[in-house]
């Protein structure tokens, strides 16, 4: 870790580690005026992670996916369901560009041969150490494949939607979508004169 010369004394205790790892950092930090406070911060995340985008430039459509997420029920919105983008975390000595095409296989069915890298983005760097890997791939109907729906050993269960790019838009707007990736993504598409 390369630690900036405002922060010192850095000690860290793990809180949890029960699916991600949770830390309590305790350090001191010197302020512009000189002034130094001892803080302590939590830190949350286990592996770093993909999302993809995938689309189709003849029929305008884009492949999303509907999953259960716990923090969403918790949040009180659409009984814990999210419309997000293909996404997940980036197996040991996996490339970002792999695991994006292995778990478009896995979650949606298509089979693709590459991807095209956007952006690499902190989602919430107050609290979440994870780095995700944005992407966007082209799908056509003959890319699509017997699988999907999610690895059933890590208990996913997730429905693929096909839907037009202009909904997909209008469902941002309409807060239907509301997973951060995925609204980068569609407005990437949208900023960059794909769709």
Same mark, same amino acid.
């Given at each position: &870790?390369n630690?900036?010369?405002? @922060? ?11 699916w991600?790892t ?5 350090? !001191?930090? /010197?302020?512009?005026?000189?002034k130094?406070?001892?803080? %302590?911060?939590? @830190? $949350?995340?286990k592996? !770093?992670?993909?999302?993809i ?5 003849? /029929?305008?459509?884009v492949?999303?996916?509907k999953?259960?997420? &716990?923090p969403?029920?918790?949040? =009180?919105?659409? +009984?814990g $369901? ?8 980036i !197996?040991?000595?996996? /490339?970002? #560009? ?5 778990? /478009?296989?896995? #979650? ?8 095209k890298?956007? %952006? ?9 150490k994870?780095?995700?890997h944005?992407?966007i791939?082209? $799908?056509? !109907? +003959?890319?699509? %494949?017997?699988?999907g729906? =999610?690895?059933?050993?890590?208990n996913?269960?997730?429905e &693929?939607?096909?839907?037009?790019f202009?909904?997909a838009?209008? &469902?941002i ?5 509301i997973?951060?990736? %995925?609204i980068i ?10 769709m």
């Amino acid at each position: &870790m390369n630690i900036p010369s405002k @922060v010192k004394n850095i000690t860290s205790k793990v809180i949890s580690s029960f699916w991600g790892t949770l830390e309590q950092i305790n350090f !001191d930090f /010197t302020f512009k005026n000189g002034k130094s406070v001892n803080l %302590t911060h939590e @830190v $949350y995340g286990k592996s !770093d992670g993909v999302a993809i985008l995938l689309y189709n430039s003849i /029929t305008k459509k884009v492949v999303l996916s509907k999953q259960f997420r &716990m923090p969403v029920l918790v949040a =009180g919105i659409n +009984q814990g $369901y999210s419309i997000k983008v293909v996404g997940g975390a980036i !197996d040991k000595n996996e /490339t970002p #560009e792999n695991c994006a095409i292995r778990e /478009t296989e896995e #979650e949606v069915g298509y089979k693709i041969s590459s991807v095209k890298k956007v %952006t690499t983005s902190f989602l919430s760097p107050g609290i979440l150490k994870e780095k995700v890997h944005l992407f966007i791939g082209e $799908y056509f !109907d +003959q890319n699509k %494949t017997e699988n999907g729906g =999610g690895v059933a050993a890590e208990n996913e269960e997730i429905e &693929m939607l096909e839907i037009s790019f202009s909904k997909a838009l209008q &469902m941002i707007k309409n807060q239907e979508i509301i997973d951060a990736r %995925t609204i980068i993504l569609l407005q990437y598409l949208k900023i960059e004169g794909i769709m």
